[in-house]
């Protein structure tokens, strides 16, 4: 039966056992089956008619989901019972009931919304300040985020053209992910037609993380916070959502305030509960990387933040006052603050001080995020009346920086815990700390929190200044164990360096021990950015937004800090403030001798930069990096961007440079000055000791690069080379060959991976021959694609097996069978140096190649990494498969073996059974 209707008897239970005349009403069921002989003869045997009453209503709850409609058909036949139908007839489904309180719990919970923070009897209505959030999104397969209109294109699956069961949206702080969840649930309430996506819902729940505490069910979640009056138990709760989870989405706003202690919730986001049912997950973006690693995410969107015509017409629905909003926006465009109050929380706390200060002339924005919450407070305490002592705010801050320190990440404290830290307690007058009523177990209990997590870390960072200048902070810096740590503290450690120098210094240096390197945008160019901006920002906040003049003495004594400086990443994360602050930061010596790597990256333009004031300064640089990830919008050369490449190639120090790396992430066409600029400009590089080159798109592409290879004779330092995924002709295979000999240089390190040589075996043969000159040769890649002509052939088989075992220190090497190494009777293997470190063999699908490998490992006594990928072993007899790894027994240093893709599907089990042995 439907919990309503089963609701709707039991309020009603003493009246019908009363009133109920029984005869009619089995006389009705007679006809409809549901009443079986034997319960009929057990309700007629009773004695009293109260009796009789209550076992056919007992039994009417167990009948199934029409028994119901048939018993208000039974009182409607009937004169004597039409109370009864009045009353009964007038209960909706459970389904119905739910639906229309959910809508109505929206409306009276997410339309009205606090007008500040800190105190929610002053609402509004949401409409009035609702601003469409600047929103990109990206899907599974592509998180190449594209601006979208509205909302409502979340609940699409862009990639399936199917609703979407998982949706991440991210945002920093302040952005309005609380905001947009209301606004979300607002709609749906409304059945907002303008939002399809959003109204194919039946039901839209909404849970707020941060007041989800212990182990508490998904159903006590839902009820708890949005059921209020409406009676329902978590077990008809549960039936519904396993019945209707398809038609149903769930919005968890604040993951990154959530303690991670409900084992539903966390059981729903990984499809183990209601997998039909879509949920929408917003969180700050430190854990929206951890979601997006770990769970199975469909769409992700990012909050971005408001434009400058978003903040102006913001302010005029916030201002009813036209002049005034008018005064408001010529302030803003005169100083030049836009980009200051792009976010949506700034922008009202901005208005609120503007509102408290308009009269005064002398009122300047603050330069500072810290000044800035410092002034909020201060408003706060003025409103209330009541001012507070600072050893309040010192214990307030203690219970902040603890409670984002727990396991939990507590967001909601214990009123009589805070009363038992001898906290004054006007201090719950101000509205500083909102209060709620809830219960714990059977006991209610009042719940406090700050009026946004910023608050709370504002306080935090407060204490965190107090114990670094006073008792020093090693014991809480030292529970920081890596950047990712670090990230989630990011604007605690923000607004502390906003509040301290010496605070600025501790935490820099710090975070310096996690500072990425190099290698790690390499393989990791997403975690690199945030890591960057978490230095500048705290940079920032330290010396003020426009603050710069007097850098140099602000920046004394804090060499150990800036050594994040060492690695620079610049790409179009990296907006016109960083610009600012980074051509101020090189005109100070200390942070010149410090720069050593600098990357210029994703759609990075060289307008944006003046080498004056940037690389030219920076004659200490030893690496430098260009990675084109954009797409060219021009193919001629007399277009801004290659004019501005031409100047910054002009200006990197050509004295001291020694690393280039040149990397290609797009698909062709490419324009020709993509080749011409390092082309022109290479040979200035004396010192240079590593060049890498890489084009990694899907198809190899014939370009002009015996000209590059051409000016590689002017490089005598040279030692590191990397070609991968080039298509390389016989002229360039040739080019290279001489130039390499030419320069006089002998290289340690030779990579060509993925490499297309198109060319002939006697260009080819060229480049072997210089190989054996290179008798320090330390690393040796040979992974290529080649075209029908056999490039290696007999002769060039034995220039390379000459060129190996001249190679006396060589540490790694890694061949493929497109080389063609294996295809010939000797072993390529013999005479290679007896230390070697690290094999990797690919592609090799003949049995010659196991014979060799075999033969061939004993000797290999410190070899540490062992990669066979790809090889078809289903090609080679079981014996010999197991005599290779009979051969493995004897590698006692070995302690990486990855034989990825090994195919050998069509052995028998007491061969594999042999292996695994």
Known sequence: MDPGHKKALHDNRVILEKELQITPIISHFDCTGLLPEEVKDKILQCQLTRDQNSTFLNQLEKMGSSAFGQFLEALKKDEFHRDLFDTLEKIKPFKEQLVAHVRNSHYQLMTQIPRVPWDETATMHIDQVYVNLGMRQGTKGNKEFEPIDSFDDLFRDLENDKSAKRILVQAKAGLG?????????????????????????????????????????LTHNIISQLFGKFSCTESDLLDFLKANQSSCLLILDGYDEYSNSSSDINDVINYKMFPKLSVLITTRPWKAEYLETTKRMNVYAEITGFSQQDVQTYIKKHFSNKECAGHCLHYLEDQGLYSFVTTPLILLFFCLLWDEHQKDSDFELPKKYSDFYRQIIELIETRSGIKLHQKTYLQLGEIALNALLSKDKSLVFNKQDILESSVDESVFKTGLLSQSRTLKGLLPVTMVSFPHKTVQEYFAAMFLVHKCETTGDDDIMDQFTSMEEMEDFQYVFLFACGMSKLATQTILTYASRFARQWEDYDNEPNHIMPTFDFFMLCLYEFVGFDDTKGLPQKLQGMSDALSFLKFIVIDDTVDSKHFHMLENLFRIPMVQSTVEEVIFANNFNFKHINPQHTIQQLQQIKRIGLLYNFVFGSNSYNCP?????????????????????????????????????????????????????????????????EELMKELEHLPHLQSLTLEGLYLDTQAVSCLAESLR?????????????????????????????????????????????????????????????????????????????????????NVLEGVNPQLESLTLMYNHQECCLNHLTKA???????KSLELIHNALYEVDDNKVIELFDSLSCLSQLTTLDMSYIWSGHMSSQTCSTITD
């Open 742 to 826: 030419q320069s006089g240089t002998h290289l340690h390190h030779l990579d060509l991976i993925g490499t297309w040589l198109d060319g002939s075996s006697e260009a080819f043969g060229s480049l072997l021959t210089y190989l054996q000159e290179c008798v320090n040769m330390k690393s040796f890649t040979f992974i290529v694609e080649k075209e029908e002509e056999t490039i290696l052939n007999e002769t060039n088989f034995l220039l390379l097996k000459a060129a190996l075992s001249k190679m006396k220190i060589l540490c790694t090497l890694s061949l493929n069978d497109c080389s063609g190494a294996f295809s010939y009777e000797a």
């Open 857 to 863: 490992l004993p000797s290999f006594q410190t070899l």
């Open 641 to 705: 961007e290659y004019m501005y490449e031409c100047q910054f190639w002009e200006e990197l120090p050509a004295s001291t440079l020694q690393e280039i790396k040149l990397i290609n992430r797009v698909e062709p066409p490419y324009p020709p000055y993509l080749l011409e600029t390092p082309t022109m400009y290479i040979h200035r590089f004396k010192q240079l000791t590593t060049l890498y080159i890489a084009m990694h798109s899907s198809e190899a592409v014939e370009m002009p690069w």
């Open 177 to 217: 992910k609380t905001t947009l969840v209301s606004k979300i649930a607002v709609e749906w309430a409304h059945n907002n037609p303008t939002h399809p996506n959003l109204c194919q819902f039946e039901v839209v729940f909404v849970i707020s993380l941060r007041h989800v505490v212990g182990n508490t069910s």
